[in-house]
């Protein structure tokens, strides 16, 4: 299995999404109007902050055009702000700006600059930025690749309790790829991204946890994080979950449980014929008690 199809279409994508919060150092009369939902009043205040030199001012505002909380969403007012936070210095702005120009939303796209960006924030200290600066070093996209500084940035923001981060560090340690192959740094790292409950880390470190690979064995444990995985609608964990209820593994074997959580994940997409044929054996009663609890499930009632 590859590092990018183990970890889905974040590192194959190059770039993820992850927000700053547009919080001031000190809060102010702006960001207390923004917590309360009250937008228009925030960006008048943040108006007159910034014209007073506030750098988180400008930042809020752009959060404002670019979320288009209470005006027009618009991107290019978004990254004027921005733009004029990020050269103030604040690392929210700069990774923010660095988003915009990377996505090409309100300014013209340009991977070198967003890459500089990023590495502003980065080294103030912004684990968003971070992640993203060694996603653009891994893929090569704004900066040559250079796995050895993907994994440094990665580590910087896994540190800083960045679940992406610690779970594609994991994957970075399981590959050896820009640090050295340790099965043990990478059931740590993606053991911690699954205490976060990152569902992808779950349902990785629940196998690592099966197969005792760079951790103890513990089924049990393995079970546990299967079953979180599925809850949260990951249809690997309720392949595995299906699994489990199918053979009776660790858990008491029961088939119309199996059958609720193949169904759900062969809906998303996952394929299992093992399961298909304990689908075909079961009763018309077992068939339509799997078949309600998958649409409870999918309606968002409790089921088991």
């Known amino acids: 299995m590859s590092l990018s199809s183990m970890r889905g279409t974040v590192l194959a994508a190059g770039l993820l999404v992850l927000a700053s919060s547009p919080g001031h150092a000190t809060e102010s009369a702006s960001f207390r109007a923004y917590a309360e939902g009250k937008y228009l009043t925030a ?19 752009g959060e404002i ?5 209470g005006v027009a969403q618009d991107y290019a007012k978004a990254a004027d702000a921005y733009a004029k936070g990020a050269d103030l210095g604040d690392p929210n702005a700069q990774f923010a700006l660095g988003l915009l120009v990377a996505q090409g939303r309100g300014v013209r796209k340009d991977l070198r600059i ?10 103030a200290g912004n684990p968003a930025a971070q992640y993203n600066l060694a996603l653009i070093y891994l893929n090569g996209n704004g ?17 800083q309790g960045n679940a992406q981060a610690q779970y594609d560090l994991g994957g970075l340690y399981q590959f050896g790829r820009g640090v050295p192959l340790n099965s043990e740094k990478a059931a740590e ?24 690979r760079g951790v103890e ?6 079970a546990q994080l299967f079953r979180l995985a599925a809850e949260q609608g990951n249809p690997v964990g309720q392949n595995r979950l299906a699994r489990l209820y199918a053979n009776g593994v660790v858990v008491d074997a029961d088939p119309v449980k199996a059958a609720k959580w193949h169904l759900l994940a062969r809906q998303a997409g996952v394929s299992d014929f093992s399961l298909d044929i304990m689908l075909s054996k079961l009763t018309q009663e077992q068939r339509v008690s799997a078949e309600k609890a998958v649409d409870a499930w999918t309606s968002g009632r409790l089921t088991e």
Do not use: N
Request: net charge negative; hydrophobic share 45%; no cysteine.
């Open 43 to 61: 960006l008048e205040l943040a108006q007159k902050e910034a014209e007073d030199g506030s750098k988180e001012a400008y930042t809020l505002m």
């Open 217 to 222: 064995k513990d089924e049990a444990r393995a």
């Open 189 to 212: 790292w993606t053991g911690k991204a699954a205490d976060a409950g990152l569902a992808a880390a779950q349902v990785e470190y629940a196998v690592m946890l099966f197969k005792g």
């Open 114 to 123: 967003a890459a500089d960006l990023f590495e502003h924030a980065a080294k």
């Open 143 to 159: 900066r040559p690749p250079d796995e050895a500084k993907a994994a440094e940035w990665m580590q910087k923001a896994a540190e």
């Open 65 to 69: 055009y670019s979320g288009g909380l």
